[in-house]
């Protein structure tokens, strides 16, 4: 199946012409990630406090970078957990630091371990790390430990998916939120927008190459549910959540079932629809009315919570 470029939102297009659609192999990974490393940033907003804190990990230190407006004590936190097909990426990303500076909280954003060389579980016990981290040492990190969320977009909402469901089954801290920004949770794509192959930046060959590095093979209906959320076969007692995604983006119907299958266990859930969205396309083109009404949406939901 393809895509009909018709349907995209016009002020997004002209962002395809200078980033075509993404490819990746355990071949090139090295030089996509350089690529990707190389790609201008924005500078953080102003008067942001930053610092890395270092956590440890079952197999070593994980640096986690901090974020905050204030330095005021109580505050609310947000653990974040950055994109990139769980085998690119790093934590010092726009949208944590915005978040950080928009609601006025603590966003921790954690260096989490990369595939291939570190497949699941690494990433997952990284930011279950944090997790057990941020909410022992909250007197000292000065937030309100009742007032914890846990977020990421693309890949990192695919982990804040897979670390609620841990956290469920294991010490199950508070969290007012989980924020899900068009999470990576399904490594079949056997859904109809899951069959169009053409899709802008993240095609469905990349995710499915992604995917492959980062379960280290292809374990199909049989993945972790702590790896692919889709697989869970309870998602009862699971954090209040937000998710969304864009109407033309691979992930589209994969979310909407697992946003239904939320609100079927009865978890407060609110499922945000973007027409003419493909995926992160409010990253390469902030400025469209229909990316701002995206990060309108989620900052909201983050407010909202952890008043």
Request: a negative charge.
């Amino acid at each position: 199946m393809k895509l009909d470029y018709s349907r995209l939102d016009p002020e997004l297009l002209p962002a395809l012409e200078a980033f075509p659609e993404l490819e990746i192999s355990r071949d090139n990974i090295d030089e996509v990630r350089a690529l990707i490393a190389a790609t201008p940033k924005p500078p953080p907003p102003e008067g942001l406090f930053q610092r890395v804190e270092e956590v440890s990990s079952p197999d070593g230190k994980v640096p986690v970078h901090v974020y905050r407006k204030s330095e005021r004590a109580g505050q609310a936190g947000l653990l974040w957990i950055h994109g990139g097909g769980y085998v690119m990426g790093t934590p010092d990303d726009q949208r944590s630091m915005t978040i950080a500076d928009h609601c006025d909280i603590t966003v921790f954003s954690v260096d989490y371990r990369l595939a291939p060389e570190h497949p699941f579980p690494a990433a997952l016990d990284d930011c279950y790390s944090t997790l057990c981290w941020i909410m022992d040492q909250a007197e000292r990190l000065g937030i309100d430990r009742n007032r914890v969320a846990i977020g990421g977009a693309s890949a990192g909402g695919g982990l804040a998916a897979g670390l609620a469901l841990r956290n469920r089954d294991a010490a199950n801290h508070p969290l007012r939120l989980q924020l899900l920004v068009y999470p990576m949770i399904d490594n079949l794509h056997a859904t109809e927008t899951g069959q169009i192959e053409n899709h802008p930046i993240w095609t469905r060959s990349a995710s499915f190459s992604a995917w492959e590095m980062y379960l280290d093979g292809e374990p199909g209906p049989a993945a972790s549910p702590y790896a692919a959320a889709t697989r869970a076969a309870d998602v009862s007692g699971l954090p209040p959540t937000y998710i969304n995604v864009g109407v033309e983006d691979l992930f589209r119907d994969e979310v909407i079932d697992y946003g239904r299958r939320l609100m079927a266990a009865g978890i407060p859930c609110e499922l945000a629809l973007f027409p003419g969205m493909y995926h992160a396309g409010e990253v390469f083109t902030p400025d469209a009315a229909i990316s701002q009404r995206l990060n309108r949406s989620l900052l909201a939901a983050v407010t909202d919570a952890l008043r």
